[in-house]
């Protein structure tokens, strides 16, 4: 039996525990988090970023993308950077990133450099958080303070990734995607507006050139000028891989010039054009032509989204851990680190 103090005791222990527990799921990402540890992380992100885009026009809107397939997937964690091992099975071969999805020796050259100056301290998912931020301002966007503090996940999810929003799907399926991940209407307009940027390969618009329905072969809702023009880049037959721009107009430079595409009926995407010309988009229609008027209400959205896309249930505190090779988990988990400190001590003490 033991004495009534020590329940006590115990009870007592068990309270701090769970304080602390519900604490830790709450705790906040912040924009000073690597302030002390690594304050030169941004600047080294940015310039490792804008080197990469002197040899891969394209590598802006990659990266960006890399962030959202990131967070979309039990969230901001890095999970999509890691590679198949014993315990993984890699998101990167899941239907919407396998062929795809693209910038990880990007992620890796800056995990490098970001290493060099502060080895251990920056995890892989705050790496995706500020090249996202870093691509979008130097193609032409905004710029934000991006919040930080994630750590790394030690798992991945292929049938979560499997899931992610898919160029076919229409605005209620896009809204519920959305919406499991606490993301409302003007999260799925304002962020669907990095289609302003970056590429799209045949094999997902063919289908709305050439079999549309039982009864139209091309997609009422896209503009027929625009729909020739896809069909002399993406033939029938063709090579399912060749590449179009998502916005016509300004193919590398982040801007609203998406949301006027859209209003011309040239979204290249179902999920592009579904935002305006749906029946039932009312509430997503008046944010689409709200941005296609007025640059400056889109990046002011687009930076809020941002940061609310980058605050899905994130790891903090002690969960996860600051991953020293993105592509992988750390071989020495907690365990299997104490273990081998005994097991060298044992071996020391032996010599002796
Ligand atoms: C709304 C649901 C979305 C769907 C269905 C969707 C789907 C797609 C698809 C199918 C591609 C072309 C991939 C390829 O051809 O290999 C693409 C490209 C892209 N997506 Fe999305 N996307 C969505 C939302 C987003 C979001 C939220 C972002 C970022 C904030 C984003 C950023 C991009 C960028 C920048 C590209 C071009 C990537 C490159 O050129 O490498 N997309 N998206
Ligand atoms: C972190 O550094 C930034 C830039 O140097 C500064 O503006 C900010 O006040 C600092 N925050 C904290 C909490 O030290
Ligand atoms: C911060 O990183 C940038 C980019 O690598 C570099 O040019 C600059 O010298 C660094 N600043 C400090 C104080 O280390
Ligand atoms: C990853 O492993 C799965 C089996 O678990 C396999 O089907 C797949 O081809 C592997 N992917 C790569 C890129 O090696
Ligand atoms: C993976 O994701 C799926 C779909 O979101 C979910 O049902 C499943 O529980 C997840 N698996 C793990 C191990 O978390
Ligand atoms: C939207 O797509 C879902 C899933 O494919 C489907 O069940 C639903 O009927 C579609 N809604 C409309 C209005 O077409
Ligand atoms: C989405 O949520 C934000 C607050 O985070 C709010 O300002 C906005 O009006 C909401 N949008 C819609 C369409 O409900
Ligand atoms: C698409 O439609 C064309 C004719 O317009 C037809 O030849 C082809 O077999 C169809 N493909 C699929 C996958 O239905
Ligand atoms: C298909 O197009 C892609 C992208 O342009 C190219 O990399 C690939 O080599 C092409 N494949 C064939 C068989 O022509
Ligand atoms: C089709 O696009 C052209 C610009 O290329 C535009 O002038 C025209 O209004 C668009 N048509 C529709 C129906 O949106
Ligand atoms: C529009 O909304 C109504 C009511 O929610 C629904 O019955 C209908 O299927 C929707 N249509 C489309 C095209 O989504
Ligand atoms: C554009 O949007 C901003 C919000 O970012 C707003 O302050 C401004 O009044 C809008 N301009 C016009 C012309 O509506
Ligand atoms: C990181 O891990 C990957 C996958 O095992 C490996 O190919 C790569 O060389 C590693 N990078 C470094 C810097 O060790």
Redesign the pocket.
């Known amino acids: 039996m033991s004495h009534p103090c020590s329940l006590l005791l115990a009870l007592n222990l068990i309270t701090i525990t769970l304080a602390l527990l519900s604490q830790r799921s709450q705790a906040q990402l912040s924009p000073s988090f690597y302030n002390s540890t690594c304050s030169n992380v941004s600047a080294i992100v940015r310039s490792t970023v804008q080197q990469a885009q002197t040899s891969d026009v394209?590598i802006y809107?990659?990266l960006?993308?890399l962030?959202?397939h990131d967070c979309f997937v039990q969230g901001c964690d890095g999970s999509v950077l890691l590679v198949n091992s014993s315990t993984i099975q890699t998101e990167q071969d899941a239907v919407?990133n396998k062929n795809?999805i693209?910038g990880f020796n990007v992620v890796a050259d800056i995990k490098t450099a970001v290493e060099n100056a502060c080895p251990g301290v920056v995890s892989c998912a705050d790496i995706l958080a500020l090249t996202a931020e870093a691509s979008v301002n130097l193609a032409g966007g905004p710029s934000w303070t991006v919040l930080l503090g994630r750590r790394d996940s030690t798992t991945a999810n292929i049938t979560a990734a499997n899931n992610l929003?898919?160029?076919f799907?229409n605005l209620t399926t896009?809204e519920q995607k959305f919406a499991a991940v606490g993301l409302n209407d003007t999260d799925?307009v304002t962020?669907?507006g990095?289609?302003t940027?970056?590429?799209?390969?045949c094999r997902?618009v063919t289908p709305r050139l050439y079999n549309f329905s039982s009864t139209v072969n091309t997609d009422p809702t896209l503009n027929s000028t625009y729909a020739t023009t896809l069909e002399q880049n993406c033939p029938q037959g063709g090579n399912a891989s060749v590449l179009n721009n998502?916005d016509p107009i300004t193919p590398n430079t982040f801007d609203s010039n998406y949301y006027i595409n859209l209003q011309n009926h040239q979204g290249l995407?179902t999920?592009d054009q579904e935002l305006l010309s749906d029946p039932n988009a009312t509430t997503t229609a008046s944010i689409v032509n709200n941005f296609a008027g007025n640059q400056s209400a889109f990046f002011d959205s687009f930076v809020q989204s941002?940061i609310n896309?980058g605050n899905i249930s994130p790891l903090t505190g002690s969960s996860g851990e600051i991953r020293t090779n993105c592509s992988v988990v750390n071989s020495g988990s907690g365990l299997e680190l104490h273990i081998r400190i005994q097991h060298d001590s044992d071996k020391g003490s032996a010599a002796e």
Do not use: E, I, N, V
């Not at 940027?197 to 390969?201: H, L, P």
């Open positions: 394209r809107a990659s960006t993308r962030f959202f919407p795809s693209r929003p898919s160029p799907d896009l799925l962020l669907s990095a289609h940027f970056g590429r799209g390969q997902f998502l995407f999920s941002m896309m």
